[in-house]
């Protein structure tokens, strides 16, 4: 089964700093990928990062990048010069491998991290 | 990007009605949809895969015959929560899995509230 694993309920940091999420992760399988996405209040889910388990670099997207170390089985999401707007809950999520041609593949979700940033 | 919506964004109803929550893919076609229900301040929790043509794969735990999935044509799935009790009341949430992309679409969230 999949499992994934965020040990901050929640996180201060100051605006225009950056601040690292931490998510571990436990799978069997030998593909599958990694994602995040972040959680204003109003409730809708917004995609911010993937990450693939055979992708070598790890994976940047605007201010935000991903810190895969895939032997360690951890996928910390990094957020450079936070917004004030960046405060919100931020899942890191797995899905099975495959879904890409079977459209299939459900994601497992971690607890969150609800993210305060500071004037 | 893909859009997916749904409707009613938020419902109140009383205890012992039914309640049909719609998810659509707005401009692809989507054979797999999934719902989730959140409580506050909590994670996601799958409740069910729904697929286009057939009957839905539940996780363990969830009600089939209390929460009812149809997945009519590939654009549109719906959820009824019947016979609604004021547990129930819940964010439900749909996503929908587009080919060739990664990331699964969200719908903006419907907010149940059974009195």
């Known amino acids: 089964a999949q499992k994934i694993t965020q040990t901050q309920p929640g996180m201060f940091v100051q605006e225009k700093e950056a601040v690292t999420l931490d998510c571990t992760y436990d799978?069997?399988?030998?593909?599958?990928?990694l994602f995040w996405y972040k959680q204003p209040s109003s409730g809708e889910m917004i995609f911010l990062i993937y990450?693939?388990?055979?992708?070598?670099q790890n994976a940047t997207e605007g201010r935000y990048s991903l810190n895969f170390q895939k032997a360690r089985k951890s996928a910390n999401l990094v957020i450079s010069a936070s917004q004030l707007g960046d405060s919100a809950m931020y899942f890191c999520?797995?899905?099975?491998?495959?879904?890409?041609?079977?459209?299939?593949?459900?994601?497992?979700f971690g607890d969150g991290t609800t993210l305060t940033v500071k004037p | 990007g893909a859009v997916v919506s749904q409707h009613p964004s938020w419902v109140i109803c009383k205890s012992g009605t039914s309640v049909k929550i719609e998810c659509r893919s707005l401009?692809?076609?989507?054979?797999?949809m999934f719902w989730y229900r959140q409580f506050p301040k909590q994670s996601l929790m799958l409740m069910a895969t729904?697929?286009?043509?057939?009957?839905?794969?539940?996780e363990q735990g969830v009600e089939k015959d209390k929460f009812l999935i149809n997945h009519a044509s590939l654009t549109l799935s719906t959820l009824t929560v019947t016979s609604a009790h004021p547990e129930d009341s819940s964010f439900y949430i749909c996503?929908?899995?587009?080919?060739?992309?990664?990331?699964?679409?969200f719908g903006p969230g419907t907010r149940l509230t059974v009195l």
């Open positions: 999520a797995m899905r099975e491998g495959g879904w890409v041609y079977t459209n299939a593949g459900k994601s497992t």
């Open positions: 799978t069997s399988d030998q593909s599958y990928g």
């Open positions: 729904s697929n286009e043509g057939s009957k839905a794969t539940y």
């Open positions: 996503s929908a899995s587009r080919p060739l992309y990664n990331e699964q679409f």
């Open positions: 990450q693939g388990s055979y992708d070598e």
């Open positions: 401009d692809f076609q989507a054979t797999t």
